[in-house]
């Protein structure tokens, strides 16, 4: 079956560390996204991903990078300089154009320890 | 600025009840509407959709919606829920031009169902 994968499930931080999520998708879309979900906020979006080598900026993105170089995977790196990275990560796919909706792996949540 | 706002944090409803969901949104131009429920530590399951047409849509596990532009509402109703549909959820609008195929959420409504 055709579907978003992240893993790990569960991922813990350390103080000054980088931690990477991964988000893998075989459903051939074009489109790729991660978004933030801290209780009572929502889904806030951190970058998205048109096209392979091209991803843009969302509302919460500093302290987070993306790389985009395969069509099926779009791993987000949660930085040192996000001083409050402990949330519910969720990916998202779709295809191109805009009027598909979007496909949602299961998250990964991020503890701090 | 696009914006959704889900009016109601926390909805409790009796199993066989009626429910109704609140939706309003804000937005320039004709918005693609969706709707998702989340259960605990899960993603997003999409239950409905609405792009153009028809304002009234069916989705999956007997939810419905409709759009009506006056009000700038998508409401989500169930005619009868059941215990399973305990879950949390999402109003999304998008087709905007800001942030590509980026959907806004609004910040959930929790549903719990009573026995």
């Known amino acids: 079956d055709g579907g978003i994968t992240q893993s790990p499930k569960y991922l813990f931080r350390k103080e000054g560390q980088n931690v990477t999520l991964s988000c893998e998708q075989n459903?051939?879309?074009?489109?790729m996204y991660w978004y933030r979900q801290d209780p009572g906020q929502g889904l806030r979006l951190i970058y998205y991903?048109?096209?392979?080598?091209?991803?843009q900026k969302g509302d919460i993105a500093e302290g987070y990078s993306v790389s985009r170089e395969k069509k099926e995977s779009f791993p987000l790196t949660v930085t040192s300089a996000q001083k409050n990275p402990t949330a519910f990560y969720l990916c998202?796919?779709?295809?191109?154009?805009?009027?598909?909706?979007?496909?949602f792996g299961d998250g990964t949540r991020l503890s701090i320890l | 600025a696009q914006s959704v706002t889900q009016p109601d944090i926390h909805i409790t409803v009796s199993e066989g009840a009626s429910l109704e969901l609140r939706c309003n949104y804000s937005?320039?131009?004709?918005?693609?509407l969706f709707w998702y429920v989340q259960s605990p530590g899960q993603g997003l399951q999409l239950l409905l959709k609405y792009f153009s047409g028809d304002t009234l849509v069916q989705g999956i596990k007997g939810f419905e919606a409709e759009f009506k532009r006056s009000q700038s509402s998508f409401n989500l109703r169930k005619p009868s829920v059941h215990w399973s549909d305990a879950a949390e959820y999402f109003c999304a609008v998008g087709g905007g031009s800001q942030a590509g195929t980026a959907l806004i959420f609004g910040k959930g409504t929790t549903l719990s169902v009573s026995s």
């Open positions: 991903s048109q096209i392979v080598n091209d991803f």
């Open positions: 459903l051939n879309h074009d489109a």
């Open positions: 937005y320039g131009a004709t918005p693609y």
């Open positions: 998202a796919s779709s295809i191109f154009p805009k009027d598909q909706p979007q496909h």
